[in-house]
């Protein structure tokens, strides 16, 4: 146990036959230090998010008045790109693909007549046109009647059955603007509002990463930033970032909510041992002491971040420089100026 160390020397001098005792008191404290070492630290900022599906789609045919014959999917079920997802009567895209072959003679026919110069030009442009009208007719309906996945997702939502006439915005006076909604999850998004100081630090490239309460295992998922939004508002003094995270294995959800850390470069800092960092009581002010001429020097510090069992200070009032000496054990009996008995 460190104590105050009192060196007691008894002088014995003679005079007239008698003893005088003289005690010598050492009224400094006995500490250890530690020399303070410049480090490389990481910075990094951090922010809440909710996570959002990468692109999310309500699924329907353009074309209204039609039945839906087959949907092939459920809510929760994964899909890929170009999986067929609902099919829609085809009866009108069988007409129209009746109707093109007899327009398609006519063209062909028109054709051959022009390579004679057998019909005018005035004619033989409209039946092109009337041609390519009806080819992308076909191509249009043919879209509306078999609807496949863009991308790869899971369904969300599921709002009509096989059966039901598709109507658009409304049937039956509820409102169902969608056969099946979907989402894709891989990459999976943020948007994170970031104070302005950090504008210029921010980058589009730069790595995140993010931690979310649902795992307490304490996982990170790595990400990146995506797009930096070009303007600043002027309300809340934030710019906006899009943030992408890799989420093949499923595990982050849209709406889950996490904290992101901004990676934003390496400073040369000051870090202590925690236990070396006072705290005022009944109040948040921060001091250490320092070993000065073998007295306690006392500087007012901040507690920029943490790392582990140590902390970056920063000094507010005197100086703090690589080198000094830290007191790290018995500053709870130190004084500012108080002598020091430093133990190697």
């Known amino acids: 146990m460190l104590t105050s160390l009192s060196v007691v020397a008894a002088q014995v001098m003679t005079s007239c036959g008698e003893k005088t005792t003289t005690e010598v008191v050492d009224e400094s404290v006995l500490v250890r230090v530690d020399t303070l070492r410049v480090q ?5 900022i951090e922010y809440t998010a909710n996570l959002e599906a990468n692109e999310q789609v309500y699924y329907a045919p353009s074309l209204t008045g039609t039945r839906i014959k087959k949907i092939y999917v459920e809510v929760g079920d994964r899909i890929h790109k170009g999986q067929l997802l609902v099919e829609m009567d085809a009866n009108t895209l069988t007409q129209q693909e009746l109707q093109l072959k007899n327009i398609e003679t006519e063209y062909n026919r028109a054709v051959k007549l022009m390579e004679t110069g057998s019909i005018s030009q005035q004619n033989y442009d409209q039946v092109v046109t009337q041609y390519e009208v ?14 496949v996945a863009p991308f790869n997702g899971v369904v969300t939502g599921k709002y009509m059955e096989e059966g039901e006439l598709y109507m658009g915005g409304a049937l039956g006076g509820a409102a169902k603007p969608s056969i099946i909604s979907i989402e894709e999850t891989n990459p999976i998004k943020a948007i994170v509002n970031i104070s302005e100081q950090y504008y210029l630090e921010v980058k589009k490239g730069m790595s ?46 849209p709406g889950m909510y996490g904290t992101v850390s901004f990676a934003t470069g390496k400073s040369r800092s000051i870090l202590v041992q925690s236990i070396a960092v006072l705290k005022v009581q009944g109040s948040n002010d921060r001091y250490v002491f320092l070993a000065k001429d073998g007295v306690a020097k006392r500087v007012s510090v901040k507690i ?3 790392y582990d069992d140590k902390v970056e200070i920063q000094p507010l009032d005197g100086t703090i420089e690589e080198g ?3 007191v790290t054990t018995g500053q709870a009996k130190l004084v500012d100026g108080r002598k020091l008995n430093i133990k190697e």
């Open 304 to 306: 920029v971040n943490r």
């Open 208 to 253: 995140v990463s993010l931690k979310t309460d649902v795992y307490g295992d304490g996982r990170s998922f790595p990400g990146r930033v995506n797009i930096v939004y070009p303007s600043i508002d002027a309300k809340t003094r934030t710019f906006s970032v899009e943030l992408v995270f890799e989420n093949s294995k499923d595990e982050l959800k």
């Open 40 to 44: 490389d630290v990481e910075r990094s």
């Open 324 to 326: 000094d000496l830290i």
């Open 134 to 147: 009806a080819k992308t007719a076909i191509a249009n309906l043919k879209e509306n009647t078999r609807l």
